[in-house]
Structure formats: C-alpha cells, structure tokens
C-alpha cells in the first residue's frame, strides 16, 4: 500500500486509531532525528498521558499480551514523534523495528511481544509497513518499562 490519497492521518482514522501527543523525553535526546531521507525515532516507552502503562519484566510480573500491547503503544508513540518533525504523510515505508523486552529470566518470547508494534505498522502502513527487525531481551528498561521500540523509516 503506497499512501492513501488522503495520506496516512486518514487511515488512522479509518482504524479508529489517534496519535498520542509527543513523549517528552526522560533524559538528553530529542524523540526523533532526520538525516536525508530517514527518520529515527528515539526508544518510546509505553507512556499513556505521561505514566507506564505498567512496569516490571515480562514472563514475570507482566503477561505476554500485555507487553504486545504496550509495544504498540510505543510505535504509536514512535509515529507521534515522526508526524511532529516532519509530519506522518511524509513516510514512505517503514525500513526498521527495534524492539526491547525487559525480560525474567528464562523468557525467550521477546518476537511475540514486538509483534505489537510489527502488526499496528502493517495494519497501518500495508506493504509500506513491511520492515526488517529486531526483537531483544534486556535486563532492565529505563523507568522499569517491560518495553521499548524504535523505528526507523524512509521519508520524501
């Protein structure tokens, strides 16, 4: 899917679905760079109106599904810093996902959790969503967020 005629705000509509406002960042970064024709995002964390959704270590004290949804959380935190320095209809494609999984011991499941952020791109984005990836397990996230994704991604 290339962008629609209406651009990209319209099928967010059409998902019933709103960009958050910007994150603030937590220490010395800004939440999203451009250099030529790409924009890196900064790590998003799952904040909703300024908090966590929740804190701790998945396969711990936090649920799969639940960390799924906090990374979508995060893309669409990670949109929202995009669509501020160069505004969303500017994308192309998405080329990259990283996401960070705080992680129990034991838990090897980190690719299920950033499918949350993975599959809002897709549903967003289409075939422009497509994107190369990577899906870590750390011992600890700032603020002790169970997750963390940034994306990278072509702009005109």
């Not at 109106?49 to 960390?67: F, M, P, Q, Y």
């Not at 990670?78 to 990259?96: H, P, T």
């Not at 967020?145 to 991604?153: D, I, R």
């Amino acid at each position: 899917m290339t962008a629609p005629a209406a651009g990209w705000h319209a099928r967010l509509r059409e998902l019933g679905i709103r960009l958050p406002p910007v994150a603030a960042p937590v220490a010395a970064y800004v939440p999203a760079v451009r250099t030529g024709q790409l924009v890196f995002t900064s790590g998003q964390l799952p904040f909703v109106d300024g908090g966590l959704r929740r804190t701790g270590k998945v396969g711990g004290s936090v649920e799969v599904e639940d960390a799924a949804a906090d990374a979508k959380v995060c893309a669409l935190n990670a949109l929202a810093a995009i669509d501020d320095l160069v505004g969303l209809d500017s994308i192309v494609k998405v080329v990259r996902v990283v996401g960070y999984v705080a992680s129990a011991e034991g838990f090897s499941g980190q690719p299920r959790v950033v499918n949350g952020a993975s599959e809002l791109l897709g549903r967003v984005f289409g075939e422009a969503g497509v994107h190369a990836r990577s899906a870590v397990g750390v011992a600890e996230l700032p603020m002790n967020a169970p997750v963390e994704v940034e994306l990278t991604v072509e702009v005109r």
